[in-house]
């Protein structure tokens, strides 16, 4: 059986449109078109915003320490 399905490409993956249920290591064939589509954003522009804002949250990872003091530190442990 074959079926064809529509889907894009982006950052090196290629994503269908649909979901699919494959075994692993079954043979696919890839067909390039010539025509550049948009993806489908079916988010809202609020839940952009809270998905940015969820992200750039201060928090542990936050650099809190100088800059110029982190480097000395690092050189004077790096000498013997």
């Given amino acids: 059986m074959m079926k ?3 889907g894009y490409f982006e950052n090196g993956v290629c994503i269908p449109t649909e979901t699919l249920v494959l075994e692993n290591r079954q043979r696919v064939i890839i067909t390039v078109l010539d025509d550049v589509q948009p993806s489908p954003d ?4 609020a839940a952009k915003i809270a998905e940015l804002r969820s992200l750039c949250h201060p928090g542990k990872q936050v650099w809190t320490e100088d800059p110029a003091v982190c480097i000395r530190r690092m050189r004077d442990n790096d000498r013997i």
């Fill in 4 to 6: 064809a399905v529509n």
């Fill in 42 to 45: 079916n988010t809202d522009k």
